[in-house]
């Protein structure tokens, strides 16, 4: 799996958006890009994927250049409930299923949400 | 529909004993992954289950261990604990026989070894 970069730690006004930034420069074409975050003393919750066009959900919008190399997990109206770390990860989808639970998390980005 | 329930949610051990911590999967699910997280290696993966069957492995000692039930129930033990071993136990479930299916985490258990 390609190895991703993001940012230690963002500041977001609350009621504005927050823009997540990831850097995957060196992703392949059957890679996708996936986000989750993990809200203090809970488990990590599943945001957003994506492979190259631009994705949205009830959650969040998720912009994927065209070269593929980064990706920004946009939050458009920030509250405090969406302090927490978040996580990009870069892996293969299989199609057809098989094994997905072995997800490589790095560092993540500590998104605060301030009043 | 109920989460992923995992118990107990602490537990404190001495170095040297065994451990058993539990996971029940979302209704449905077939596949159980289980994470480790501590604050110096972040969340690392365990291994996977899926019909009873470990799939995956992580880079982990042979203390630990795991097995999953005919109701996709699993467990995960470690053996003869170390300090080190103090940390959350995260484990997640999800779909194994879709092209897609997002890891639905409970919110562990937190191991302290004294």
């Known amino acids: 799996d390609a190895k991703t970069t993001q940012p230690p730690s963002m500041d977001c006004a609350e009621g504005r958006a927050a823009n997540l930034p990831c850097n995957h420069s060196?992703?392949?074409?059957?890679?996708?890009v996936y986000w989750y975050r993990q809200i203090h003393s809970q488990g990590p919750q599943y945001i957003i994927h994506?492979?190259?066009n631009n994705e949205t959900n009830e959650m969040a919008s998720l912009i994927i250049t065209e070269d593929r190399k980064s990706s920004t997990l946009i939050l458009p109206h920030a509250t405090l409930r969406d302090t927490a770390v978040y996580y990009c990860?870069?892996?293969?989808?299989?199609?057809?299923?098989?094994?997905?639970?072995?997800?490589?998390f790095g560092k993540g980005t500590k998104l605060s949400v301030k009043p | 529909k109920a989460g992923v329930t995992q118990t107990p949610r602490y537990l404190i051990k001495t170095r040297g004993q065994q451990v058993t911590l539990s996971c029940s999967p979302i209704s449905g699910h077939r596949s159980v992954s289980w994470y480790q997280q501590t604050p110096g290696q972040g969340l690392q993966f365990l291994f996977e289950?899926?019909?009873?069957?470990?799939?995956n492995k992580g880079n982990f000692p042979g203390r630990f261990s795991g097995r999953q039930f005919s109701n996709s129930r699993s467990e995960m033990n470690v053996s003869t604990l170390e300090l080190g071993d103090s940390a959350l136990y995260l484990c997640?479930?999800?779909?194994?026989?879709?092209?897609?299916?997002?890891?639905?985490f409970g919110n562990g258990t937190r191991l302290t070894v004294t």
């Open positions: 990860i870069v892996r293969v989808l299989k199609v057809g299923g098989g094994s997905q639970g072995n997800l490589i």
């Open positions: 060196t992703i392949s074409g059957n890679e996708y």
């Open positions: 997640a479930s999800s779909w194994a026989d879709r092209t897609f299916s997002p890891l639905h």
């Open positions: 289950y899926f019909s009873e069957t470990q799939r």
């Open positions: 994506g492979l190259k």
